[in-house]
């Protein structure tokens, strides 16, 4: 890192930086834990219907929500970026300005998602393998989510805003709400209404129009004066440096969401129970992953924060912190993975063949944990310093350098084995490159 003046004081003292990190990771970190547990709850309920295919069509359609939703996480990462660079340098302005141009964005996307739905689904459903009886059950999942879009997005903005403004504690509050709510939806559609996937994705869509409901709530109470942003929210100069940041965070979203819908998709053409037991190790991997995005956001918001008052000792004390929760994360899933797997196993399917598939694999469930961990600090950290540029490029070459090579064997020798070993060496490349082009920058005196 680049020494100056603003830069060379001795910062915030370890512990102070501690508890504000800790202050926005827990939070952060319980309230995405509700989100994959909520998608755990409605692919368990599906999965003790009498027939797999329900729970494998799940599977299956939310790899193309994945595709749709993904990408534009940049509305969350976007806004955190530029708000809290914004508190760092104490525009309060600038604070709202980011939220008011995220939200605006993310509306439109969600409009013209709605507008393409149909198109969509039979594109992607044509495109993604597995069985007749499998793609119908998807079908009727993607059928009552997808009205769900523009909630979804607007909320990414406003969840951004949050955090940046280290509000973590209203996030998970929200959460709590909205996915408590879900999951009684869920029963109701499942198994009162006997509506199967159709009833788990229209519980899903509800849940996240009423977090929407309650943002709009919040926004009014705190009175913003939105009739002053007018002018500013399409100023040129902002606008081409926020769009600058998502387009990369975009591209770097779309290559882990290709990642992923490629090992789903060979998952369903090695078989249907190939399909769910990696459908099951996925959503743990996830419900792990969505927990250290509270370090993600920790490490983003902190940096951007510090960096915008050119605090960079304190960055340099942020990342050890970060580095050191993340890997201790990612050792207590595994721990508990390797404890308590048998009883998550039967708590989300009562399919004995399925439960022995994901078994066989779950190391390659591990090795993903510990190497989400260290990338994820990597994120945060580029996050803040608005350098999309190389998160962007270092997740390219993993995808096409790393992963295709592998990932196509495992396509042709219809191996699980090899296709989860494909998921590990991505994971690990985008590790060392990130790793390398952070410690080149450095030393270039860039950083």
Known sequence: MTSDPASSNDGDSFGSIARRFLYLAIPMALSNLTVPLTGMVDLGMLGHLGVVEHMAGMGLATVLFDLLYWPFTFLVFGTVAAAADAAGRGNHHG??????RSALLGLAIGAVILLLAVPIRELGFTLLSGEAGVKDAGRAYYNGRIWGAPAVLFNYAFFGWLVAREKTHVV??????????????DYIFIFVLDLAGFGAGLATMMSQYLMTAAALVIIARE???????????????????????????????????????L?????????????AANAMLIKLLEMAAMCMDGVVLG????????????DHASVRRLLRLGFTVALALGLTFIVTFVTFGEPIYALLTSHAEVIATARAHQFGLFAMLLGVAATYVFDGYLLGLHEGRIMRNCVFVSLVVFYLPVA?????????????????????????????????RATSGTG
Not at 263 to 275: C, D, E, K, R, Y
Not at 299 to 310: C, D, I, N, Q, Y
Not at 419 to 427: I, K
């Open 172 to 185: 998970l509050a929200l959460d709590l709400l909205t996915n408590g709510t879900n999951v009684v939806l």
């Open 223 to 261: 009175k913003p004066e939105l009739s002053a942003l007018k002018d500013a929210v399409f100023e040129r100069a902002a606008l081409a440096k926020l769009l600058r940041l998502n387009r990369d965070i975009f591209m770097r979203t779309f290559c882990l969401v290709a990642a992923y819908t």
């Open 263 to 275: 090992f789903t998709n060979t998952s369903a053409a090695i078989g249907t129970i190939v399909l």
């Open 299 to 310: 490490v983003e918001t902190l940096t951007a924060f510090f960096v915008g008052r050119g």
């Open 95 to 100: 604070v709202l300005l980011a939220l008011v």
């Open 408 to 440: 196509a064997a495992a396509w042709r020798l219809q191996s699980n084995a090899l296709l989860w070993t494909a998921l590990v060496v991505f994971m690990a490349a985008r590790m060392a490159t990130m790793a390398l082009a952070i410690r080149g």
